[in-house]
């Protein structure tokens, strides 16, 4: 059985930083590129990193760009999400996905709908 699990959310003021996890198990993920995902109260589910299968390849959101960084360990199975100054509107619940895909561009990265497994999720507060 695959399944994501992410960890590392948390309350948190603002301009502080957090770091996500998110550990896969049931089956290597070294074909399958990454995304972090994130839904607001009241707001559909958007778009936040993806990382390609390689790990040669990052995409960001507008919203995160050069205050989020993704990375992924192959080897651990893991995808961390490291979050540096922290905004009360990123408060959010925080899922990963993966989907098995030699393709590497922000236009498929970045639609859920292209992923084939998610996380249950994981609350990230950010206070002013």
């Known amino acids: 059985q695959v399944q994501l699990v992410e960890s590392g959310g948390g309350l948190v ?28 109260p009241g707001k559909e589910r958007e778009f936040v990193a993806a ?13 995160v760009e050069g205050r989020f960084t993704i990375s992924r360990d192959s080897a651990k199975n893991t995808v961390d999400l490291q ?23 922000m236009g498929v990265l970045s639609s859920e709908r ?9 609350q990230v507060t950010v206070s002013s």
């Open 83 to 105: 979050m540096n100054s922290l905004k009360p509107e990123d408060t959010a619940v925080y899922y990963c996905a993966a989907r098995i895909s030699y393709v590497s561009a």
């Open 13 to 40: 003021t603002a301009g502080g930083s957090l770091r996500l996890s998110c550990a896969g198990s049931g089956r290597t993920f070294r074909s399958y590129a990454r995304g972090w995902f994130r839904q607001a």
């Open 51 to 63: 990382i390609s299968w390689s790990g040669g390849n990052t995409y960001y959101a507008d919203s």
């Open 114 to 122: 292209r992923y084939d497994y998610w996380g249950q999720g994981t």
